[in-house]
Every structure is written in structure tokens, then in C-alpha cells.
């Protein structure tokens, strides 16, 4: 079976092509194609979202032209292989999540292809289905019940599946989710956005003990979580100094590194094992950090040493559309174009 997955939630555009074998029980990437606005963004320092869309429709048609050009270098050919096209309808930004339902709906309505409309969020936790050259090779390795920590620049989430489509979410955050924190302290610092890369490669120079910052909602016996009083406590140090030197802002995020990554383990290890979860999935932009990363593999070998921890390569992690088409893949929930619309505030 082939999939296309189309993505244009925010500032990546993004189409890609997936072959799903159920004979080889593999899902695999043909193409994934991605233009991105951001280098847009870094000058004005965050989304400017007329912007992002703009940009959106000058992309779409020659990222779907690359994408497609793997299966045909004709492009009517190439579509008219593909069987089902999965799109992101939200939550995004509405001028551009419109781009690529659009797009979708057009192609749709065209060819007769069926239309799988996705969650956004879902695409994150999907990721993790898709083999990719590394040791997994089957798609029912990550077993349920499954826990996914899905941390990107919008969400801090926690959700618990039982099968594909059978999910629950434990909690999320109260205010700034995790990378919005890393990129709204990088402004503090000065610092490019998207500030979490950045913060992380600076964080590998400092000492994460230099600064005690808040660990917000440590102790709440639930699964929500709240950032912006770590950027609060940064900004308290920030204005301390007239000038920071290099080793006081490799400090600084190596602090703030340690402190988002704290929490973020403590309650994905709680609710993994109050659902005793098989796996944990790590999805969304912060889920590449590798101090998160490596502080999870620690605590799960300490105190969930039976559970299987997956994580997707970094340009799996961030927004593309192989995600999109592998949640359409599973979830294959198929719908006449007509009726799909992009739903900025989709909630899961
Ligand atoms: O999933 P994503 O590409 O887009 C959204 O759906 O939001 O996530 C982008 C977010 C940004 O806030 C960015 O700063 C953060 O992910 N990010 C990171 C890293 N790479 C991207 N945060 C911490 N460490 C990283 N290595
Ligand atoms: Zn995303």
C-alpha cells in the first residue's frame, strides 16, 4: 500500500511518500520531502503566522512534486499509484494548516483517492512506527499498552495507548509547553529561534547544578505540567547581571536543560508505571534532545527495566509528513473529501 502523508501545520511543509508491506510487516519511507519557513522566524524571533502561511503556499508545489517523483517521474503516474492520502487538519495555524487540506482534498477529488484526515499530535506518536535503517524491523514492535510523551513547541503531553487509535490523554501542560519554554528562555539569552537546539548544544558546556531552578508541578499527583515559572526564575537571574558572561548562559541552559528534563521524566516514569505500559514513545521537536533522551534511558533501566523506549530519528521528531502518513496508516480512518476541514484547536 501507498501512502501520502501531507503536512503544513506551522511553518514545515511537508509531503511524503510511505509504503506500508504486510508481508515484510514494514513501514517505510519512499520520500520526505520539507521546506521550511523558519529561517524567516528566527529574524522576527517567533511565527509570525500570515507569514507561515504565505510561505506554505509558495512550498507546497514542489515539495509534492519531489515527493512524488519517487514513485514516477510523471507526475499524474506517480499520484495515481498512491492509495490513501493522509493530511493534518489540526491543531496548527489555520492559514496553514488550509495549504495542506487543500492540497489534499484537490488531489482527493481528483484521482479518487480515499482521505484520511490526522492529528497533528498523533503524527508525533506515530513516528515511532516507521522503520528507518535502524534495528526495529517489524511494525509490531512497540507494544501495547504504550505510554507517549509527546513534547513539541505547542504541546506537553502525556497520553496512554491500548491498541492503534485507542488512546487516552493523562495530562498536559497548564501554560508554556516544553519547547515553547526552551524557545521563550532563549529570547531571555538572547539566543536564535527556534532557541531549543541552540540551548541544548550551549547546555552541554555548562553545569546543570549552576542554577536551582524550579521544578514546576513536581509533587502534583497528576500528570499536568507548567513551565512558565522556570522561565520566570530565568528572567530573575538574567535581570541579576548587566551582562552575562559565556559560562553563566552555558550555565543558565544547562539549568534550564536539567530542570524541563527532570519533570518530564519523573511523570512519563509515574504514569508508566501506574499503566504498566510495554513501551514508552517519545515524540515532537524536544523529544531530539539528547540530556532528555539519555535521562529517560537512565530511569527507565533503573526502574522500568522490561519497557522498550522508542525514540524517532531527530528529522522524525520535528514536524514532517512521514509521520502524518503512518498515523494515517494505522488509524485509517477514511472520508470523503467533502467533509474534511482544518481544525486549529483539535484537542486529541
Ligand atoms: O514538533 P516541532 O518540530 O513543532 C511543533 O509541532 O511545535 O517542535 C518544535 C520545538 C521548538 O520549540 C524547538 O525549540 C524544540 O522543538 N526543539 C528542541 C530541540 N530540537 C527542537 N528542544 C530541545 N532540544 C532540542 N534538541
Ligand atoms: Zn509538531
Redesign the pocket.
Given at each position: 500500500m501507498i501512502l501520502l502523508g501531507i503536512e503544513s501545520?506551522?511553518d514545515?511543509t511537508g509531503v511524503a511518500v510511505l509504503k506500508a508491506d504486510s508481508t515484510t510487516n514494514t513501514l517505510t519511507i519512499l520520500s520526505n520531502s520539507l521546506s521550511s519557513s523558519l529561517s524567516l522566524h528566527a529574524a522576527t524571533g517567533g511565527i509570525i503566522p500570515e507569514v507561515a502561511a504565505r510561505e506554505q503556499l509558495k512550498y507546497m508545489p514542489q515539495v509534492l512534486k519531489d515527493a512524488l517523483s519517487t514513485l514516477d517521474k510523471n507526475e499524474e503516474n506517480a499520484v495515481k499509484k498512491v492509495d490513501a492520502i493522509a493530511v493534518t487538519y489540526g491543531p496548527g495555524l489555520i492559514g496553514s494548516l488550509l495549504v495542506g487540506v487543500e492540497t489534499a482534498r484537490t488531489l482527493s477529488y481528483l484521482y479518487d483517492i480515499p482521505l484520511i484526515p490526522v492529528n497533528?499530535m498523533l503524527g508525533?506518536i506515530y513516528a515511532n512506527w516507521i522503520q528507518t535503517g535502524d534495528k526495529r524491523h517489524s511494525i509490531s514492535d512497540p507494544k501495547f499498552p504504550a505510554l507517549a510523551l509527546v513534547?513539541?513547541?505547542?504541546?506537553t503531553d502525556l497520553v496512554v495507548l491500548k491498541g492503534h487509535g485507542d488512546y487516552a490523554v493523562l495530562g498536559g501542560t497548564r501554560d508554556d509547553?516544553?519547547?515553547?519554554a526552551?524557545?521563550k528562555i532563549?529570547r531571555l539569552l538572547n539566543l536564535p529561534y527556534?532557541?531549543?537546539?541552540v540551548?541544548?548544544t550551549l547546555a552541554k558546556k555548562g553545569d546543570p547544578k549552576a542554577f536551582r531552578f524550579p521544578r514546576p508541578m513536581w509533587d502534583s499527583k497528576d500528570y499536568n505540567f507548567s513551565f512558565s515559572g522556570l522561565k520566570t526564575a530565568v528572567l530573575n537571574e538574567v535581570r541579576k547581571s548587566k551582562k552575562l558572561s559565556t559560562t553563566e548562559i552555558s550555565n543558565i541552559c544547562a539549568s534550564t536543560?536539567r530542570a524541563i528534563t527532570d519533570v518530564l521524566v519523573k511523570k512519563t516514569i509515574l504514569a508508566a508505571t501506574e499503566y504498566k505500559v510495554k513501551s514508552i514513545l517519545l515524540g515532537?521537536?524536544?523529544a531530539?534532545?539528547?540530556s532528555?533522551q539519555a535521562s529517560l534511558k537512565a530511569a527507565m533501566a533503573a526502574r522500568l527495566p522490561g519497557t522498550m523506549l522508542f525514540i524517532p530519528p531527530?528529522e522524525l521528531?520535528?514536524?514532517n509528513a512521514a509521520m502524518v502518513a503512518a498515523a494515517g496508516y494505522f488509524l485509517n480512518d477514511k472520508v470523503s473529501w467533502k467533509t474534511v476541514s482544518p481544525n486549529p484547536e483539535l484537542y486529541y
Open positions: 501545520s506551522c514545515e497533528h508525533h513534547v513539541s513547541g505547542g504541546h509547553a516544553a519547547g515553547e526552551f524557545d532563549g527556534p532557541a531549543g537546539p540551548i541544548a536543560e515532537g521537536g524536544v531530539a534532545n539528547e532528555l531527530k521528531c520535528t514536524d
